[in-house]
């Protein structure tokens, strides 16, 4: 029978780098789980994934023990080290901070698309593209 899910927390964190400082280790402390082996297998999965803000679901279970569910980085993140940029526009409809290829779109579409809410390449692309254009990213082709 399957465990008792009590709780499930959605957290990004450094891939790498997480440490027990606020606000990750009182919340993870806050839930049951021992602060210090979950850090430690979070970075060990994660070293290898570079400056990336990865997305993770901690589910927690009855018996204090827990699952953690890796997803891809943000796009937002996958944009900004693609351009190598800090942030994006404050007015994106106005001042754009950057120019990217449909290509460059495409790759990072394809690095996301299991985490997304579609199959279709080309859809996964629009929604790159959607918050390529929500950054201040002008889209050439």
Do not use: C, H, W
């Not at 927390?9 to 979950?38: D, R, S």
């Not at 970075?43 to 290898?48: E, F, G, L, Q, S």
């Not at 993770?56 to 279970?61: A, H, L, M, P, T």
């Amino acid at each position: 029978m399957a465990k008792e899910i009590v709780s499930v927390l959605k957290l990004e964190l450094p891939a790498g780098k997480a440490n027990p400082a606020p606000p990750i280790g009182p919340i993870i402390g806050q839930a049951g789980i021992p602060i210090q082996p979950f850090l430690t297998e979070f970075n060990a999965k994660t070293a290898a994934m570079g400056n990336d803000i990865i997305p993770i679901i901690v589910q927690i279970f009855k018996d204090r023990s827990y699952k953690i569910i890796y997803k891809q980085p943000t796009i937002s993140g996958m944009l900004k080290s693609k351009l190598k940029l800090e942030k994006g526009s404050a007015t994106p409809n106005k001042s754009k901070v950057a120019k990217i290829k449909r290509a460059d779109l495409a790759e990072i579409a394809e690095r996301k698309l299991p985490d997304l809410n579609t199959k279709k390449k080309s859809s996964a692309v629009k929604i790159v593209e959607g918050v390529a254009r929500s950054l201040g990213i002008d889209v050439i082709d």
